[in-house]
Structures are given as structure tokens and as C-alpha cells.
């Protein structure tokens, strides 16, 4: 660094003139001549510091040495830096090998530092005097920290052989740097030592002081001097008014009694760098003055005091009148402090006051005033004003703490014990750091104002306090730099510009602290005994929340979903145990993991920035970490239509965390459910699902909006920077809105002229209102006039490319506002602009005027009141009619209904019927929501590629609009709905957090002849009259033919399978008095049917495995047999004639679902006349027709004899 132009050439000539024109420059008094002495003092000092050492290397001068102004520091000095004159390079070495393991010690320059030594900021300034060193020459002032002042050095000239400056932080506001003087400076001209008093100086000692300012009416001595020992010294506080700060005497004995002196004279401040704890001191010309607002009266400086060592044969005690001997020096009672206070009120602790030497080891959060002390304690200086320190606490900086409070186990994530102070406390310099301080990082450097905010505004309590510090570092490390600023987010609140990072937790904090906590009160937290500080007292926090990374919870979400995956509870066992390969295998394809915030502890609260991709049309949450997909609701019933919100920030508290897992594999049975080899490939899909009405949404400030709205390319970013006040728009009204997906579109004339690729796009159908409006200075002007009135004004608008981020926002019934920005041009918003004809989708040629959306274009939602014709318009969402749902009438095939999903699977035979082309379906049953209805008929929906996978949101128990299903009708009659690219999806409830089962309807069976009014599933109490049919088999669990003796009979080409299950089928004939019902059970239930219980039914169906099948038809009593065995076996004999006997013809209580879901193609067929022959005599008689149903479930009724002689008695 070239300071003064020299280098050191190892001419000492060339080095002396240079140091003269330095010191006539720097030091010496303004606008006069070179001061010879003064020069020659000033090189005789650098001289006699020089060769002190003995060491002066060949040289008298240090000629590697330049001068240094404070002015060259402060302008050209960017990197902290050390000098020290006597130094040889080894030793500098081994100094800078105790920088610590981990710190860089600070790096080496040769510089001569001289200035004078003072409390005075700048020249003009006596009063601004609070305490604060500074070294002074005639190019400016620098603050300055001292280990152990003398006062007597104060504004001297001194040269200063070690120190090191320390450059001001990048980010910290008053941007000074500061040098620290390691070691005695060297006084320039020789201090004057000042001769010891002539007389003893008259003292009073504590005790006689204490006395005194109990009975102030009989003070008599004027401005009395005090001696004793320093027990206490309390922070310096600044408060507007003015600075003080107060220490207190401690006599020899009775140790216990100390009087407090307060020092506010502003020259007077610099003193509390001057004391040391547990040293004796005399404090010259007091006085006696009451603290306004305070009962104390209390012992205070005057400006002529002094502060002096206590010599003891300098001093002489002063006698006091006999009647003040007498009275009683105590103060005030001075409790012990308690120890630990664990029992009063349940969990309030008291912490322990106590005096802490330590080094710093780690800077843990400096704008909240947080470190590590010696490696093992947290230490909190945010509740003291330590401003003044801030900069010179780094690791490597000793410290001694008086009268700390430790804190231990304050929750709130804080893991060790915590050392913090109060004002009544200081916080003392001991020893500077060798350590280079590190550069930080803007997290690290914002947010000391809003810290000091919480502590001194807020009243935050230490657990807290530090609760909310590491709150806001997560959060900063979330979302800044992305979303926001580190200064924005962590900002100084004020009332119209609050923080946004106080903003976010303030209901957290609102919540945890009371209003009107006390205020602070700096003379009663020094003086008042018992001492009450926010210290004083704590509980432990339980940790409210946490704010975990996007990418941690889905990681957490997958993670957690896949630990709770299990086959075995997927499947029921009695129900495994009779499914092939493939059906074992669809059933274990597709399941769901819903978890509440309640799922975490503590708490989670998702925060992100909400985006609508431009790539998948979905919304998402984002932060720095990466994206979640949502499903936002605004209320109940209500879907999101604003587009504004994109870029807001969402606070959810309350939110379902879905994950939808995805399993391929291939399990040959039941038998290997519990071996994880057979899994092939599994995937999941998480997202969050909530209510806005739920979430704390916090617009973001504006320029940061374009990096979050758009994850697309940047020329599709909507920026017309050159004319922002320009732009045409048109409003149009949405009826319809299809599918996203992938469609084919026509290669644009001039684009790559490859294979068209489906392209990811949605049609709106809708109307415009009223013709193009131009921007106008205040809004939008009028509409322009139609060139043909009575044009159509029907219009399809096709969203592809980024513009497909609007999907979420557009809903049928809403206005919006098409904006294109930029210069208007004539006719945009007309058809056959913009190429649209060759874009138009092939499906669609031939349709009403069409529009392609440009990527730049944007969308706002207007409120349809504020248009005439709106008015008119049908909200509610349309409903097809439950004859047209269900009727064969297909004039319209395309239906729409608001449905709850009852259940999710992949459909087996889909899946599995075409190996090779393994095409997917999902099949959703709905029960549909009808007003006319007690009973939902249920209907399934199948959703097969394109639309696969299928809409976010589609979950058992969510309430769903469906608009556009294609109606199908199976082989067996059966009504079923299909998606297609004209279907529109909207989950209108999320899945009930709490799903309470609900039990099924109990009724007579004469109820289900009711048609419609009937309920799918329902219970009954019946008796088993006959059975009709039975079959008991075995088939090869993958191909299912029939095995005999265990083995496959698969034939051309065998099948190499190994596994067979069982199966089986029984068809009962059930009365309850009411009607006549045909049951089919299968597989476990027709051991229920047979009332077997299990050991029986497995070793009934071992039997059958020899074999194969065996299939028995029961056509009445006294009927012809058919059998699969010729000859009656005994297997055969012993089937007969259980199904005969009272075990299984016998009451039950059956739950069931009809077998032909409501439709009414196939109405009940009337009761028709059937001949009966009794006796002799022929008679006719009405019969209905015999009800058909599949168990559900068979139990054995409670009081099977209360039924049984129910039953009887018809
Ligand atoms: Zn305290
Ligand atoms: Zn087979």
C-alpha cells in the first residue's frame, strides 16, 4: 500500500523526509510549520519501538515501514489487516498460529499508526461524547477499542505499535471501520505523571455512604469522595435522553453492602472502558440525586469528579456524626438469588445471575446478536444495547461477562445452555481476536433494527427470542435471494411498511406473547432488588412450528409414504387369499397417504410462492429449494379465479399433503405379500391440497414477480418495458372449459417441419362482451363499435405453449379480461388473426371463430356484476338429470353431475387383459349427488390415456363436478361414464380429515323393489332358504385355468406358473317375510355362507385341490343332481348335504350391493302371473321377480332366536 510515497528503499533519507512531510500533514497543528521537535519526538518514539527489541535488523529505522493517516485507512484499507513494529516475522508467525483451528489470522502490513487518543467523535462534538474511543489525526477520526484504558492517556499523541483495522462489514450501515489497539500505546511527548495529593483525600466507605443517603436531611459534607471495590458495573445504557451508566462499591466487610453510583456526564462515559470488576476505586465530588420516577436516591457524579485508583495511604476515612453511625447502613435487603424456582407456577424457571469468562467461538447469528461462547454455550447480547461491540465479537475475542443470566433447556430448538445480558450486567472487552473476520453472507448481515425490534418493541422472552430468530433465518433461506431481497424480508417494521418476515410470524408471535407486556425500565433492571429483568423468568417453549424446504417435505411425504406402504394391509388377508397374480397386483397399484399438519412435530407450515407453470398448467408452490404442486380451493364449493394471486405469498397452516403411490409388481400370490422383491418400479406423486380461506397470502413486492410468475423461456415473459402504458383488451364470458392435455395441432407454416408432436393445450368456449378497448391513461376506454352487430359473438379461445399457466384460473360463469400489451393493433382479437387457421386443432375445423392466445397476453377477472350482460347468466353449475344419467336415451351421450368418490383403482381388466400393450384406466366410483335421492345410485367413471394421470385431486372421499363425461353402457347393462377432451374437472371438496364410517341402511328387502328410490348397499336380516348353486376351485393364480392336483392344465404352451388359488361361488336363495333375494357370495364369503369357520374352509378347500373343481347344482328338493363327479364322492356327498342342513339354511345378516348398478334400461320387471299346482287344485298368483345381490358380508344375527321364531312364524 503505497501511503505516503515511500517505499522502503533502503535509503533512510529518502524514508525521513517522508516521514516529515507525514507528520507535518497528520500531526502537527493545522495551516503552521514544520515542527522540528515534533518530528524528532515522533521518529525517536518509532525508533525507541523499533529497537526495543534489540532486533533492528541492520537498520535504525524501519524502512519497511510507511506512515498511515486514519483518512488512508479508512479510504484505501479494504481488507482487515495487523501491524506490529517490533515484530519479527517469526514471531508475527507465531502469532498468528493462535488465530484459533478454523479462523484465518488476520494478514500482516508495515504500518506506522500515530494519533491522539480521545472520547470526542469530532472536533465540534463535546457533547456528543457516549463513551466511545477514538483515535484522531488531522485527516479524520477513527473509532478505536482499548483492552485496558488509562484515563490520564486520553487526548495525547501516541504512536500506536500494535493494532489492527478491521474495514467496515459490506453490509452494515454506519460504514466505519475500526482499528483495535493491542498493547499500551507510546506516548509522543512523555505523559506527565500527576503527583499523588499533597493531604490524604477524606473518603467515605460504603458502609458511611449507604448510611448518608438514608438520612439525606442530615448530609452536611459537601460533594463527598467514596472509596471501595467495584462490585457491579451495569451496561452503558443510551437512552434518547441521555447515557449513563451505574457502578456500585463494595466495602471490605460486610461484603454484602455496595452503593450505586450513577455516571451520566457525558465526559465521565469513557470511564466504563477505564474500570475493572473487583478492583478498589475512589470516585471524587459526589452528590446525592433522586432518579425522577423512582423512589431511589442515589449517589451521582458531578462534571468536576474524578475517578482514581484507591491508594489506601492516598486515602482517610471521614468520620460521621454519631446519630448517623446509628442507623442501619443496609440498603435494601439483598436476597441470595434463587437458585432454581423449577417449583413455583409449574414450569416458570429462574436463571442463574453469575459472572462468565469466555471466548467466542462462533458467530451464530450477529444481526440478532447470537454466538458461541467456548464451544459449548449460546450467548445472547440482544437484550443489552451493544451496539459498540458488535463489530469486534468474532471468534477469538475473550470477553468477561458480569452478572450474565444463564438460561438451560429453554426449548424452542436451542440445545445448549444460553449466558445472557441484561442492562444490569456489562459486557467487557478482554482480549481482541487474531482472526480475519469473516465475510458474510447477506443473511448474516441484514435485520439487526427488526431484531432489536422483538426484543425492545415486542418484548419477545429469551426462548422466544431465539425461537423467532431462527424462525426468520429458515425463512430467509427459503426465499431470498429468489423471491425477495434479504433487506425486504428482513426490513425494519414500521405501520405502513411492515417486514415482511415479522409479518409472518406475527400471528405466531401474537399468539405466544400476550399484549402489554411490560416495558422495560433501565434504572429499576440496574437497581432493584429483587432484580427483575426479561431474564429473569422463562418457560420453556415448546417449539410452536417449523418451516421446512419444499424439497424436505416431499422428501419426508415420499419417505413416510413409502415406510407405511404394506401390501398386507392393503389387501386383506381373507380376501389375498383367493386372488390371482393379476388382480393381487391391480389392487396394490394405486393407494394414498393424506397427511395433516397434526402428522409432524412440531408443526409444519408449508410457505412458498404461489406460480402457475407454464410448462404443465398447474399451480405450484415454490421456494428456493424447489416446487410443490397444489390443488387451491378459494372456499368451500369454490374454485380460484384471480389471476392476481399468482405471485403472492401463501402461509398454509392447514393443508392436506397427499401422496399418491404408483406400484408395479408382480406378486405370484397372497403367499409372497410380505417379500419387497417383487415390487418392479414404484413412483409417487405429492402434492398439497388447501383452502385459500385457510392461508395467509401476502403480496410480494413488484420486481421481483416476473422471476416467480413464469417458469417458461424468457421471450415469453409478458415485459414491453419501452411502452408500459399501452395495450388493448377484450372481456369476454367463459361457458365452457375442456380438458388439459396433449392434442395434435398442424405445423405452423415455416416451423421444423418434423412429425407434428401433441402439444399440451386447452379450448375455452365462451362469448366476447362488447368489442377491443384500448388503454387509456386511467383504465380501459370504451368499448370499439362491432363492425358487424350481428355477428356471432361466440368465440373458442385455444391456450397452448406458456399460456396454459392460465388453466387453474378459468372457470365457466366468470368474465375475464384478455390483455395483450404493447402498441394496439387493428382487428387483434378478431378471427382469423394471427395464423389461428393453421393452428386450429384438426378436431375443430369447421367450428366458430376461433382465437389462439399468445404467450405475452394476460388475463384478469372482472366482476361480472359491474356487466349488463352477465346478469342474466346461470351460475349454478349445470347438471344432467338423473332419467338422462341413467336412461338408455344417447341423443345426448354427454352428461354432467357433482359426485362423491367412493373408490379409486386401476381397472384389472384394462390392465391386464392386453399384456404388451399394458394401457392404463382408472376407474373412479362415484355415488352421484342428486337432491331427489335418499339413496346415491353409484356409478363408475374410467379414465383412460390421454387423460391419464388423471387430474390432481381425484381422491376416495372428495366431492367432485364432472361436466361432459361420455355415458357408455356395458355388455351387462351397466350405465358408465368416460372421459374425454371436451371434459371439464372440478374437485369441489377435498377428502374429510376425519372419516367417520358410516353404517350401511338396514331394510326389508320388499324396499329394493322400489327402483330408484332404492339404496345400493344397505343390510338386512334374512334367512338362507336353499342354496341354488356351489363351486369350489382351483386356478393357476397367473393364467386362471383350472389346476388339478396343484398344477396348471394350461396346454399349447403350458404354463410355467407354479401357484394356484382357490376359489369359489355359492348362489343362495334369502327371504326376510317382505321378498326373495338371490345372493351371490364369492370366495371367503361362501365360507361365511356355509358358516364355516377358517380352519374348516381351508381344509375344505385343500380337499377340492386334488380334484380341481367341483361344482354341485341344486335345482330344488328332491331335483336332479349335477354334478362335476360322476360318482357321488364323498366330497361331493358331504357338500349336499351341508348345504341341506340347518348349519347353512339358517338366519344371517347379510350386507349387500345390488349386482346390476341403478340404471333404468332395464327397469324391474312387473310381477308377472305364475301357475301353482296345490293338491288338486291350479291357482294363479302375482310373483315378483327374484331380486338379484352380491355379499358384502355375512354375520351370524345377535339374537338368532328372536329371528329364528320371526322366521318361523311366517
Ligand atoms: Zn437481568
Ligand atoms: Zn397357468
Known sequence: MAVCGVQAAGSEQAWLEAAQAFIQETLGPAGQETNIQLTQLVIDAVKNVWLSQGRNRGFALPLSYSFVSVQDLRTHQHLPCCSHLSWSSSEYQAWAQEAGPDGDPLPRERLLLLGTLTDVPADLEQDCRNGSLYVKDNSGVLGCKLIDLDLSWLDHLFLFPSWSYIPPARWNSPREGHLELWGAPVPVFPLTVSPGPVTPIPVLYPENASRLLRCRSKLRIVKPNLAGKLVQLSALVNSQKKSYFILSLGGSSPAYISVPVIVQVPAQLVWHQALWPRRSYVLTELRVSKIRDHPYCIWTTSPSSRLLPLEPECVQELELEGSLVEADPRPLPRPSNSQDGKGQKGLVRDSRLLSYMGTVTRVLNEPAGLYELDGQLELCLAYQQYCGLRRVVRPGVSLELQDVHLLQSVGGGARRPVLASCLRGAVLLRGFSRQKPKTQSSHQAHGASLYEQLVWERHLGLPLYLWTAKALEELACKLCPHVLRHHQFLQHSSPGRPSLGLQLLAPTLDALVPPGSPVRDAHKEILEEPHFCPLQKYTRLQTPCTFPSLSTVKEEAQCRAWASFDPKSLVPILEAFHLTSCQLNCRLAWSWLCLLPSAFQPTQVLLGVLVASSHKGCLQLRDRSGSLPCLLLAKHSQPLTDPRLIGHLVWAEKYQLVVERDVRSNFPSWKELSMAGFIQKQQARVYIQFFLDDALLIPLPRPFLHSTTSSGPPQTEPTHPEEPHMGQSRLFLVSHKEALMKRNFCTL?????????????????????????????????????????????????????????????????????????????????????????????????????????????????????????????????????????????????????????????????????????????????????????????????????????????????????????????SRSHNIYCCFRSSTYVQVLSFPLEITASTPLPHIYLAELLQGSQAPFQATVSCHIVSVFSLQLLWVCAYCTSVCLQGRCTRQGPSCPAQTSVSQAIIRILVEDGTAEAVVTCKNHHVAAALGLCHSEWTSLLEFVRVPGRVALQFTGPGAQRESSAEIEEPLTLFLRTLCNSLRVLRPIVLSFELERKPSIIFPLEPPRLQRFQCGEFPFLTRVNSKLKLSCLSIQEPEHPNFVGAFVSSC
Open 749 to 969: 407454416p415455416g416451423a421444423n417441419p418434423k412429425v407434428p408432436q401433441a402439444t399440451l393445450s386447452f379450448h375455452i368456449s365462451g362469448s366476447w362482451l362488447g368489442g377491443t378497448q384500448r388503454k387509456e391513461r386511467t383504465g380501459w376506454g370504451p368499448p370499439e363499435p362491432q363492425i358487424d352487430e350481428n355477428k356471432d359473438q361466440k368465440v373458442l379461445l385455444i391456450f397452448m405453449g406458456s399460456s396454459i399457466r392460465w388453466f387453474e384460473f378459468l372457470h365457466p360463469g366468470q368474465v375475464y379480461r384478455l390483455v395483450a400489451p404493447g402498441p394496439p393493433e387493428p382487428a387483434l382479437f378478431e378471427d382469423g388473426r394471427l395464423s389461428c387457421k393453421s393452428q386450429r386443432p384438426l378436431e375443430l375445423a369447421g367450428c366458430v371463430s376461433c382465437l389462439t392466445v399468445q404467450n405475452e397476453w394476460t388475463l384478469e377477472l372482472e366482476s361480472s356484476q359491474d356487466i349488463p350482460d352477465v346478469l342474466g347468466v346461470h351460475k349454478a353449475l349445470p347438471e344432467s338429470s338423473l332419467t338422462d344419467l341413467l336412461s338408455g336415451n344417447f341423443s345426448d351421450s354427454l352428461v354432467s353431475f357433482s359426485a362423491e368418490i367412493l373408490s379409486r383403482t386401476l381397472c384389472p381388466a384394462r390392465h391386464w387383459m392386453k399384456p404388451g400393450a399394458l394401457r392404463e384406466c382408472v376407474k373412479l366410483t362415484v355415488a352421484l349427488e342428486t337432491a331427489d335421492c335418499e339413496f346415491p345410485p353409484h356409478l363408475d367413471i374410467y379414465i383412460e390415456d390421454p387423460h391419464l394421470p388423471p387430474p390432481l385431486g381425484l381422491l376416495p372421499g372428495a366431492r367432485v363436478y364432472f361436466k361432459q363425461l361420455e355415458k357408455k353402457v
